[in-house]
């Protein structure tokens, strides 16, 4: 690091490889363990309700988010966000090892129990996440110059997303197959395992990434004194406002998710081994699409990228209310509109995470990054706990008027991400 606080060009070079590496890695792990295929059907099969099951995406989200406002209050004081970082991936690490153990166990004790072990285990893993996710923003965003975010991201993705095609796609496929050579629920078990080593892995990377001190930094906030100036930092900043209005419907569109497996193997007579090819196809298509849509996004602007993939995630629920309808032409043409399916929820979510979180990154004051990500993100969290309502309204309404609700809501934040107007791209440390 020289006089003036900057890393020599072979550091920042290696600063960018370990992000991507990182990104690669973690989203093996991620696909392997995805709470709306495969934890969904390990609920499922351990008896758990569709009211357990609709809570899967709320734990994800609402422990991704909400902690956020707690904790970037006082992050945005340190000069160094990395050893928040490390502290929290060991904790994470910790709750998915106790994950490992519940779903080992699951199958010894009372269902209710072991669902609860899981869930728990779970929510304490993503509770981690939102901590080291604000710290791991903050870095990114010294390290990684604005007009290289989209394609930053976008590699991740893709690379991570090739990864989870070729590996992890088809290891879910062999582990939940009949002719799996582990039983359940050990086969759930091992599929954990594999997302810990990728989890170990891919964190321990970034750990090691150098970071540079920050130019500047603000006093540490007290949630007291951060949630009093919420409501002057959201009236402030029309964009940030906007944003996080059109982040908020996208997410409650997405209630209906952890239905389409339970759908499509209960009411359809699907197999289970087919959320394998389920994640292979999200996986590939999304990882291909990100690429793209990083390069896009950085040439269009990051609220242009919102609209567009915003739009397209409109498609799925829709495309689920049309499925049945296909029945009486053979379930290999059933087969394919469900791969279109979740191809296009694929390409439509990883494209509106790269430009939510890119674009929150553009739109927020450098020093004061954090709290202003931690309020955001701790609002989403907030938000994330409507689809709890998702396995209500299926035994109310349907999983048909479940997948025209979310729907909706995903219309509404297209409407609303079309009044989001581009940022200047300042040069950052």
Known sequence: ???????????????Y????????????????????????????QLGG??????????????????????????????????PTYRLFAVLRLVAQFALIVACYT?????????IMAILISYALFCIGGG?????????????????QRGRFFGLRQL?????????????????????????????????????????????????????????QTVPALRLRDALKAA????RGHTNYRRFIWARLCLLVGRLAEPFYIIYVTEQLGFPKSTAGLFIAIAAVTAAVSNLVWGRLGDKHGMHWLLRLTGGLSVAPPLMMLVAPLLMPFGSTVVLGWLLLLYLMSGVSSDGIGIAGMTYLLEVVPGPQRPIYMGLANTILGVGALVPII????????????????????????????????????????
Not at 392 to 416: E, M, R, S
Request: charged share 10%.
């Open 231 to 234: 409501p002057a930092m959201l």
């Open 131 to 147: 901590v080291t996710t604000l710290s791991f923003q903050d870095v990114v965003a010294k390290i990684v110059q604005p007009n």
């Open 17 to 44: 490889l370990k992000g991507v590496l990182n990104g690669t890695i973690f989203t093996l792990g991620e696909a392997a363990s995805n709470p709306g295929l495969v934890l969904t059907l390990l609920i499922r």
């Open 106 to 114: 699951a199958g010894m004790i009372d269902p209710s129990i072991g």
């Open 1 to 15: 690091m020289n006089e003036h606080g900057e890393l020599p060009i072979a550091v920042k070079r290696s600063n």
């Open 390 to 429: 998702g396995g209500i309204l299926v035994n109310q309404v349907g999983y048909a008027g479940t997948y025209i609700v979310a729907a909706l809501f995903c219309i509404a934040g297209v409407v609303i991400a079309t009044q989001l107007r581009a940022t200047p791209r300042l040069t950052e440390v």
């Open 159 to 215: 690379s991570g997303g090739l990864l989870a095609f070729a590996v992890g796609g088809t290891f879910v496929r062999w582990m939940l197959s009949d002719n799996s050579p582990i039983a359940f629920p050990m086969n759930f078990a091992a599929i954990s395992l594999f997302s810990f080593i990728c989890y170990a892995t891919a964190m321990g990377i970034f750990a090691t990434v150098k970071e540079p001190i920050a130019n």
């Open 49 to 82: 309700s569709l009211t357990l099951i609709s809570l899967l995406p709320v734990i994800q989200s609402t422990g991704y988010l909400l902690p956020q406002i707690i904790v970037g209050g006082y992050v945005q004081a340190l000069p160094y966000k990395l």
